[in-house]
């Protein structure tokens, strides 16, 4: 997969929206100890990329979040 392909944006908005939505949620929607067992397990899953790689991960993050950001803040008003 490269930096060009449509995959890139779709995958790194849902990992960034999933990971926003355990971190946000409550205990009675997700069990607090799965909700961290995941987010430790994408974090290390990114930590085991290369630096390249995570580098180009931020740099998509940083071009997706402002829009995902609004639309993320609208859902939990």
Partial sequence: ????DP???ALTGMLVDVVWWLES???EEVDPDSAVKIMESVGGELLRLPSGQR?????RYSR????RSKTLRGATS
């Fill in 25 to 27: 949620c409550g205990d």
């Fill in 1 to 4: 997969m490269t930096d060009r």
């Fill in 64 to 67: 997706t979040w402002p829009k």
């Fill in 55 to 59: 580098e180009r991960l931020l740099r």
């Fill in 7 to 9: 995959l890139v944006p």
